[in-house]
Structure formats: C-alpha cells, structure tokens
Nanobody
Framework: QVQLVESGGGSVQSGGSLRLSCAAS????????MSWHRQAPGKEREFVSA???????NYADSVKGRFTISQDNAKNTVYLEMNSLKPEDTAMYYC??????????????????WGKGTLVTISS
C-alpha cells in the first residue's frame, strides 16, 4: 500500500519560510507524478505545485517565485520550499502521488494517493 507522510508544517510570521517534506513508501515498480495541494478553511482544495518523473515543475500563479518543489529519488521524498510566506498561504498542505506507471506497476497501484496533510499557519 502506497503511503505518503507529510511533515514540516508549522506557524511562522508573514515573510518567513518553511520547508515541507513528503516521504513516500510502499511501492517498488511504479513511478508517480508528485504534487502539493492545499486547502484553506472554508475553501476547496487547490493545486500548488507539481514535479513529474523527468523533473519538470509547475506552479500555481499565486506561489510562483516564492515556492520551489524538488525531489530526492533516492529517498523517495518530495520537498516544497516556501519563502516569503503570506497569511493567505495558511492552509493544510497535502502531498499527492498521481498516476502510477511502469511496465511492472501492478494495476491496483495505478491510481492517485494522498497524504494526511501538514498544517501551515502564517500570521501577519
């Protein structure tokens, strides 16, 4: 069973920085596109950033220039470096592993997986 565990959330003041981590485990033959999403209180979950198997990255306009996504394939870990944080960045941040692929990837692992989230709170 694929498991994603986020960490690194916390409370910081506006202008501060945080680094989120997402450790993935429970799979051997599949590869996934990894992404971060967030959900603020009373709002829908929204896309933040993604990195694909080739290392290509994508960002929501609201975080471009402030957030950086990266991955360490040896550690099966994805990071989200967040700088110049704003109160509107306050949300639960979720890691997602999308679309399991690979010649030997079993059918039951060819799906999306979500972590339980890590809370980021930015005070003004």
């Amino acid at each position: 069973q694929v498991q994603l565990v986020e960490s690194g959330g916390g409370s910081v003041q506006s202008g501060g920085s945080l680094r989120l981590s997402c450790a993935a485990s429970g799979y051997t033959y599949c590869s996934y596109d990894m992404s971060w999403h967030r959900q603020a209180p009373g709002k829908e979950r929204e896309f933040v950033s993604a990195i694909d198997r080739d290392g290509s990255t994508n960002y929501a306009d609201s975080v471009k220039g402030r957030f950086t996504i990266s991955q360490d394939n040896a550690k099966n870990t994805v990071y989200l470096e967040m700088n110049s944080l704003k109160p509107e960045d306050t949300a639960m941040y979720y890691c997602k592993a999308g679309g399991g692929r690979g010649i030997y990837c079993p059918p039951h692992e060819r799906q999306d997986y979500w972590g339980k989230g890590t809370l980021v709170t930015i005070s003004s």
